[in-house]
């Protein structure tokens, strides 16, 4: 999800105010930067194409009818995937597809966390990435996360918000994002390293 400049910031300031004030219209506006981020987050979860166009189509008119309460203390966007992140909880939850991960800190998360022993798992080349293979593998990857660590690696390394919207979107401290990032990309690591080089033994594909 690109940055949005200040200029961006205000034109949705305005647009917000207009379908508050009654513009109904502007809200396609105001949403169309988004609708790519929101139904990747939606398919990061529901895994099916149909269910993830319903979460999104929920989200969207979630916020519609919510809109009145966004105070402008986040990005809109950042309000916008955190909706979209619910959305698609409540729906797993009403499927009882998945057990949802208590989203509380746990004890371990305020202990001492060591120094990664790898590079980040982003060091795939970029080239590698166009391989369809290669971004199947990734795609599996970060689906077989647990929710918790799903969530802000997608945030975090996929929608490449900062560590404090993060925080805010997950409605969690940004020492646990922290955390949990620091442990998703490690698991990562750890699937995607020898896929990877079995994928093509000659490439040295991680920085160890």
């Known amino acids: ?94 499927q009882s597809l998945v057990r949802m991960d208590s989203l509380d800190e746990t004890p371990e998360e305020g202990g001492h966390v060591s120094p990664a022993l790898l590079r980040d798992w982003r060091e795939v080349p970029s080239e590698a990435l166009e391989r369809k293979e290669v971004r199947e593998m990734l795609r599996e990857a970060i689906g077989g996360l647990a929710p918790i660590y799903r969530e802000v690696v997608l945030l975090r390394d996929v929608e490449e918000l900062s560590v404090e919207e993060t925080a805010t979107a997950l409605t969690i401290s940004v020492a646990s994002v922290k955390t949990r990032l620091h442990r998703a990309r490690i698991m990562l690591q750890k699937v995607l390293a020898p896929q990877l080089r079995t994928a093509n033994p000659r490439r040295r594909w991680f920085q160890w």
């Open 1 to 94: 999800m690109s940055i949005p400049s200040d200029l961006s910031i205000r034109n949705e300031q305005q647009m917000i105010a207009s379908v508050l004030s009654g513009d109904t219209e502007q809200y396609h506006d105001l949403i169309r930067p988004y609708e790519h981020s929101v139904y990747r987050m939606a398919l990061s979860f529901m895994k099916n194409e149909a269910d993830a166009e319903d979460v999104a189509q929920e989200a969207f008119i979630s916020a519609f009818k919510n809109l009145a309460a966004f105070r402008g203390q986040a990005k809109f966007s950042t309000w916008l995937i955190s909706i979209t992140l619910n959305e698609a909880r409540g729906r797993l939850r009403r």
